[in-house]
């Protein structure tokens, strides 16, 4: 069972969201907070696989109790889901480590959907989000001496996680077992000094890899 925390200020989206999201057996809110300090706080009293995270909230908002989050739980994933469609919170949201942006007027098989590729390790962006952010992460030449201790095999891999492939994509379109992927995956982590496949998408798009 996948267990989802929702934080979220609004007790009618946060009940909407949790009828969306049990619709699919596979998936239970097990937690709801109002605010970003409540998640932190629930997150050290229970296991999570993912937290939905709204941006905008009382006392501390969705962005720094991402950041907590992830420094604390690193296994865990956060999935912003906002009505605010703005380049700087998107920025800041995969500076944060959140595996996807999307905006609240994604239909239920859309959210399940995002819930289930972030777990499996995808990148999910919303279209109209993608569209806005992608020209600023493209800033930076490529790092030769960087892109020199990478092996083939690990470009391919960087260049997939770029496009928003999960772990199984990823071993299914190079023959690999997905145990392979991830021991790929964390030598990249320690060769470009980078903390999540998160960043190793940011990082393949900012260098023109995709």
């Not at 934080?7 to 989206?13: G, I």
């Not at 009382?58 to 994933?77: F, H, Q, V, Y």
């Not at 889901?81 to 942006?101: H, M």
């Not at 995808?122 to 989000?129: A, F, N, P, Y």
Request: net charge negative; proline share 3%.
């Amino acid at each position: 069972m996948i267990r989802i925390l929702l934080a979220e200020d609004q007790a009618m989206v946060r009940q909407g969201l949790k009828m969306m999201i049990e619709t699919d057996p596979g998936i239970e809110v097990t937690g709801e907070a109002v605010n970003g300090k409540q998640a932190v706080a629930l997150c050290e009293t229970q296991a999570f696989d993912l937290i939905i995270m709204d941006i905008r909230m009382p006392e501390m908002d969705g962005l720094e109790a991402t950041r907590i989050i992830l420094s604390r739980w690193p296994k865990c994933k956060v999935l912003i889901l906002t009505t605010f469609n703005d380049d700087e919170y998107a920025l800041e949201a995969l500076k944060s480590g959140a595996c996807g942006y999307m905006l609240k007027d994604a239909d239920t098989s859309e959210l399940i959907r995002s819930i289930r590729s972030c777990l499996e390790g995808g990148l999910v962006l919303e279209d109209q989000v993608a569209a806005n952010i992608m020209p600023k992460l493209i800033k930076q030449p490529v790092q030769e001496k960087v892109l020199e201790s990478l092996t083939p095999r690990e470009l391919d891999i960087i260049c997939r996680i770029g496009e928003g492939r999960s772990n199984r994509e990823i071993s299914d379109e190079l023959a690999l077992s997905v145990g392979t992927v991830k021991n790929h995956i964390s030598m990249i982590l320690d060769k470009l000094e980078l903390r999540d496949r998160t960043q190793i998408a940011i990082y393949a798009i900012r260098h023109g890899l995709v």
